[in-house]
């Protein structure tokens, strides 16, 4: 543990795009919760200095995180997470009863047991829509009942406007300690230039990188056979934009606070390719730029906009559906794994499982981490701390880790391998 930094606890971890975002502003997340063993792994793989605990939010106390991982008595300065949306999805039915709604409780319950002074609760835009305004209500009434103050202007923030290419709306709540001032909700940065989320002063800010800025380096998966068998390749990149030169580290990000990871610059991974039929393919390619192909009802990137939501399709309990993936903008293939990475704002350091279900799934669950930090960097500010870029770098191993299934995960934790469900594998349309 570094005492020059503040302490944070990531709950519904998964991959870790929040708990990196926050890293990236200063804080050092000693704790992660998650459930499912799979993700818990990949999550140690990229943060193998900090605690992973795979286990139910349901069945954890405040006391056990703090037991388990190396906070021990020392104040936590915010706990931030995001319950599992899929019961306040505008996509889904948004029913209150939904059975997954209850793990808000369980946040409101862990925050109230570790009094950190701020909390974040992330989540979709449904949450604020409708009957949910009632839960909203609720949760707000909870938290002020037992010594905190909650942000009721909550807001509803776009990745796009914080430097992400992707069109991608989430809800914040900012609560704190009663007797400490509540955190501002960060302004802008980038101009979300779709005007499908219009901002302020929009002509005063640099446009949002496009999709094109984000994958125009990556070598095309086609012309390299060998990740049909495995995803990674060790080869050379392309030209790189402004955008991609920060996720591959090559130039300096005075505002990035994490710790500098060792990898090979040349290995690129998370790069499996996708089988489509030759039908599928000659649709593809008829699709027009950043319109839906009607039959798979993908969505073809255009390289001068930004990317739809990316979303994660459902869990394995839940008929393990796939989402649908985006079409490359110039090639009749869905874009990669990697590719959906660096829409979402992942560097390139950052693996996912080996397999596209599982990877897909955890870019697609995660907030992106340029939204994620810029959230983390407006509570930095009222610790009043001056954080202290780390001079050492942090070697990333264990890569075998990245292809358990899930039998093999849960033994790696000694958890039940049905903790999350069994996956039914699913025909995929294409």
Known sequence: MNQKRPIAVDLFAGAGGMTLGFEQAGFDVLASVEIDPIHCLVHHYNFPFWTVICRDIQEITGQEIRKLSTIGNHPIDVVFGGPPCQGFSLMGKRL?????????????????????????????????????????????????????????????????????????????????????????????????????????????????????????????????????????????????????????????LEDDYAYQRKYRKKLITSSMRTKHSPLSRERFANTPQGKTEPVSRFFKLHPDGLCNTLRAGTPSNRGAHTAPRPIHPFTPRCITVREAARLHSYPDWFRFHVTKWHGFRQVGNSVPPLLAKAVAQEIIKLLVIEIIKPSDQRHLNQAELLSFNMSQAAQYYEVNSNVVGTRVRQNEKE
């Open 96 to 252: 209150l009863e939904d059975e997954r709604n209850v793990l808000v409780s369980h946040f409101i319950r862990l925050v109230l047991e570790l009094q950190p002074k701020y909390f974040v609760l992330e989540n979709v835009p449904g949450m604020a829509v409708g009957k949910h305004q009632q839960l909203l209500l609720e949760i707000f009434d909870k938290f002020e009942q037992n010594g905190y103050k909650v942000a009721r202007d909550y807001q509803i923030l776009n990745a796009a406007n914080y430097g992400v290419p992707q069109n991608r709306a989430r809800l914040f709540l900012l609560g704190c300690q009663k007797g400490l001032k509540l955190p501002n909700y960060p302004e802008p940065i980038s101009y979300n230039f779709t005007n499908k989320f219009p901002v302020k002063n929009q002509l005063n800010l640099p446009k949002c990188p496009t999709v094109w800025d984000a994958i125009q380096d990556l070598p095309e998966v086609e012309n390299h056979p060998e990740l049909n068998q495995q995803d990674w390749i060790v080869t050379n990149y392309g030209k790189p934009s402004l955008y991609s030169r920060k996720l591959r580290y090559l130039v300096n």
